[in-house]
Nanobody, 123 residues
Framework: QVQLVESGGGLVQAGGSLRLSCAAS????????MGWFRQAPGKEREFVAT????????YYIDSVKGRFTISRDNAKNTVYLQMNSLKPEDTAVYYC????????????????WGQGTQVTVSS
């Protein structure tokens, strides 16, 4: 059983930056692909980015390409999401998730989830 805890959310003005962290415990972190999802009020959960076990393969949703960067530190059992040039439409609860398979863009492809961290971008 893998436990995931996100941190780093907050309130930021448009154009600003935040770095989300997701600390994992209870499993072999390096054996899981990791993903970030987000859910805005009244909307379905949306895929944002994913990274493979070694960190050399990454995939992003089009709307965040060039602004967000996913990375991982297997020695620290942590995955990150660096978010730059934030926009009001990025406002959402952000979740990290773990999967035994790389490349998933659907929530159903992930086995473990964190509790989420709120990101609010003001205009």
């Amino acid at each position: 059983q893998v436990q995931l805890v996100e941190s780093g959310g907050g309130l930021v003005q448009a154009g600003g930056s935040l770095r989300l962290s997701c600390a994992a415990s209870g499993g072999t972190f390096s054996s899981y692909a990791m993903g970030w999802f987000r859910q805005a009020p009244g909307k379905e959960r949306e895929f944002v980015a994913t990274i493979n076990w070694t960190g050399d393969r990454k995939y992003y949703i089009d709307s965040v390409k060039g602004r967000f960067t996913i990375s991982r530190d297997n020695a620290k059992n942590t995955v990150y999401l660096q978010m730059n040039s934030l926009k009001p439409e990025d406002t959402a609860v952000y979740y990290c998730a773990a999967s035994r398979v790389y490349g998933g863009v659907l929530s159903s492809g992930y086995d473990y989830w964190g509790q989420g961290t709120q990101v609010t971008v003001s205009s």
